[in-house]
């Protein structure tokens, strides 16, 4: 459907008054240029949650998400090398499994 909104909207203006169209027109320009600048640029996703949070995590910094009636969550982030896909497995499950007694200690 996005793609059709180009040719949807020059067919929707030829009825309008030459003023609307020559707004739409450059309304639509306006829009290319500036995703065309945004590429170009390298600021595509700037405005994403996902791309600060991840920024924010390769700077060390400490990231907390809240929300107006939810209960907040924090990330931090720790980078570890490990040597194959095995011991990658083993040691994802050995941080799951301690945050899983840590919870329930600290639910008793």
């Not at 609307?20 to 065309?36: D, E, F, K, S, T």
């Not at 924090?74 to 499994?97: D, G, H, Q």
């Amino acid at each position: 459907m996005f793609v059709l909104y180009f040719p949807a909207g020059l067919f929707a203006t030829l009825w309008a008054r030459e003023e609307i169209q020559i707004l739409w027109l450059v309304y639509q320009l306006y829009a290319v240029m500036a995703m065309h600048v945004v590429r170009i640029l390298g600021w595509a996703g700037c405005g994403r949650t996902e791309e600060r949070v991840a920024k924010l995590l390769s700077e060390g910094k400490r990231v907390v998400l809240k929300s107006a009636g939810g209960c907040p969550v924090a990330a931090t982030l720790k980078t570890s090398t490990i040597p194959n896909m095995k011991e990658a497995k083993r040691e994802v499950e050995a941080i799951i499994n301690r945050r899983r007694l840590s919870l329930a200690g600290s639910r008793n």
